[in-house]
Nanobody, 124 residues
Framework: QVQLVESGGGSVQAGGSLRLSCAVS????????MAWFRQAPGKEREGVAG???????TYTDSAKGRFTVSKDNAKNTLYLQMNSLEPEDTAMYYC??????????????????WGQGTQVTVSS
């Protein structure tokens, strides 16, 4: 049974930092795409950052320059270093693994496995 467990969320003041982790267990291959998503109350889920099977990283515009995504294949763990946090970053953050469907323009559009989420709250 594949499991994704996020950790590292919490409450910080604006300008602070957090590092999220997502540990994958129960999945044999070590090289696969992973990504971070977030969903704020009343808003749709949005992609934040991801790492594809070739190690290339992508970011949503609001994350560029502030967030860094990385993946340790040996540990089956995805990270998201978040700096200069803003109240607008407040959301539940989810990680996803193993791309099931891709779009030539948008990249991965469906992931096979999801975590339960970790809450990030940024106060002004």
């Amino acid at each position: 049974q594949v499991q994704l467990v996020e950790s590292g969320g919490g409450s910080v003041q604006a300008g602070g930092s957090l590092r999220l982790s997502c540990a994958v267990s129960g999945y044999g291959p070590t090289n696969y795409a992973m990504a971070w998503f977030r969903q704020a109350p009343g808003k749709e889920r949005e992609g934040v950052a991801g790492v594809d099977i070739n190690g290339r990283t992508t970011y949503t515009d609001s994350a560029k320059g502030r967030f860094t995504v990385s993946k340790d294949n040996a540990k089956n763990t995805l990270y998201l270093q978040m700096n200069s946090l803003e109240p607008e970053d407040t959301a539940m953050y989810y990680c996803a693994a193993v791309c099931e469907a891709r779009d030539s323009n948008r990249g991965c559009i469906r992931f096979a496995y999801w975590g339960q989420g970790t809450q990030v709250t940024v106060s002004s």
